[in-house]
């Protein structure tokens, strides 16, 4: 790459860092402002009062609990997995596959989608440790593109086995269930939209990344702190010396034996019930059970889990509010106002697209796949429904949607910026490239299904 080219990447980068830190607050501030929002709409568009407002809140803010702890065990189960001594193994050795800069980052993007679409969690960590290790290896590879061709790579995880939205709606007693009924992954992961899709996204992060790789000279290495790192993947075991309580916190008998038990669990119900048992609760217990046979030890397991619960906080906090907006904007006819608002500018051949554009619209505020879930599954479904376009299609749209524009928003890149030791202007200007690359295929892919319904 030339150095005008260089340049121009790096005005870009500076100019996104800036307009972030300058006008994005974070995303607690934003649940909250569109609280506020939706509450005065409420009122001034709809005959709801005020005092029914509020009510609509103290009922809605609640609603999320259990949806909300299910992503929180992705985060840490799939962390925590990534972290075990024998992915961490194979990692490295995977980091000696590519032997130039360009190769690098073809290579990070793809191991880290091809992870990121078995499990999210596990494919975030996995992909900073294995970019790590290909910038210690190789001489000019530029580590702030391989971590945002990392992130891009991650992106993909809504296509993927983990994916919130359509196991959620495949899970009994999501919160959509009784609009939409139980809806099975044939019909969304499995579908050829959402195959097609992925492999049309990943060609581009691929094709884009490796256009973007500066010279040798003009590359930027591992920061000081993380090219000094020692990483051991050897762990503690039992010893003679050990009491015996230390000797079962490090006993690998019990970490096993609870592993096996859960990972027989979910594989009899997958065997029963095929792909389309594999829901959030599934998916979660078979992570969680592998985590257990890989660890250590029951004490090594729970340490390195602690690690990583701290990502979750903002799951926690936030999510009550997103759940109060759905609640309020369902329950005070604002809903019913968008979908009609709506019906007018979208046709069956459009809505695809317009359900994509939208999601990536709203999770530039609010970054979460339950948010988009709650907040924009009732309205773009009763469109589907309308218009009759299948809600499998519809539900990729929203999902790929609703994660496209991660690449711009910051709240997901935190973990894997400070996994990384980088900021986020080391990495935004690339990622406003492969935001504006992915998001033109993902239109022309969409709009192309619309047109052979």
């Not at 949806?67 to 990692?91: D, H, W």
């Not at 790579?153 to 993927?160: D, V």
């Not at 985590?291 to 889990?305: E, K, N």
Request: charged content about 10%.
């Amino acid at each position: 790459m030339s150095e005008p080219s260089a340049g121009a990447m790096q005005r870009i980068t500076t100019a996104m860092n800036i307009l972030v830190r300058r006008y994005m607050p974070d995303p607690f501030v934003l649940a909250v402002i569109l609280l506020a929002l939706v509450f005065v709409a409420g009122v001034t568009l709809t005959p709801t009062t005020p005092s029914e407002m509020v009510t609509h809140f103290g009922t809605g803010v609640w609603s999320l609990l259990g949806f909300a702890m299910q992503l929180s065990l992705v985060v840490v189960t799939g962390s925590t997995l990534g972290e075990t001594p024998v992915i961490k193994r194979g990692v490295h050795r995977l980091a000696a596959i590519p032997s130039s800069p360009t190769g690098a980052v073809v290579f990070v993007t793809l191991l880290t989608a091809a992870i990121a679409l078995v499990n999210w969690g596990v494919g975030l960590v996995v992909g900073v440790i294995c970019a790590r290790e290909v910038a210690r290896r190789i001489e000019g590879a530029h580590f702030p593109l391989l971590i945002a061709a990392t992130y891009a790579g991650y992106t993909l995880w809504s296509a993927g086995m983990s994916s919130s939205i359509p196991l959620t709606l495949n899970t009994p007693g999501h919160p959509l269930e009784a609009m939409t009924g139980l809806i099975p992954i044939t019909q969304t992961l499995l579908s050829p939209w959402n195959l097609i899709l992925a492999a049309a996204l990943l060609i581009t992060h691929v094709l884009t990344a490796r256009a973007m790789v500066p010279a040798r000279n003009q590359a930027t290495g591992l920061p000081e702190a993380a090219a000094n790192e020692t990483e051991t993947v050897a762990a503690p075991t039992a010893t003679e010396g050990s009491t015996p309580a230390e000797w079962l916190e490090r006993s690998r008998i019990l970490s096993i034996g609870a592993g096996l038990l859960g990972l027989v669990f979910v594989l009899r119900a997958l065997w029963d019930g095929g792909l389309n048992a594999l829901n959030l609760n599934a998916l979660n217990l078979l992570v969680l059970s592998l985590g257990l046979i890989l660890s250590p030890g029951l004490l090594s397991y729970l340490r390195s889990a602690e690690r990583t619960a701290t990502s979750v906080l903002p799951i926690l906090i936030i999510y009550p509010f997103y759940a109060a907006v759905a609640t309020m904007i369902t329950a005070s006819g604002l809903g019913d106002l968008v979908t009609q608002g709506l019906a007018r500018v979208a046709s069956a051949e459009t809505l695809p697209l317009i359900t994509f554009l939208t999601a990536g619209l709203i999770n530039i505020v609010i970054p979460a796949d339950g948010g988009h879930l709650v907040l924009q599954g009732p309205i773009f479904f009763a469109l589907a429904d309308q218009q009759g376009v299948p809600v499998g299609l519809v539900t990729t749209a929203m999902t790929i949607g609703a994660n496209w524009t991660n690449l711009l928003q910051p709240f997901w890149a935190l973990p894997l910026l400070a996994l990384a030791g980088l900021g986020i202007r080391d990495i935004m200007g690339y990622c406003l490239i492969l935001l504006v690359t992915s998001g033109i295929v993902a239109s022309v892919v969409l709009l192309a299904f619309g047109q052979v319904l």
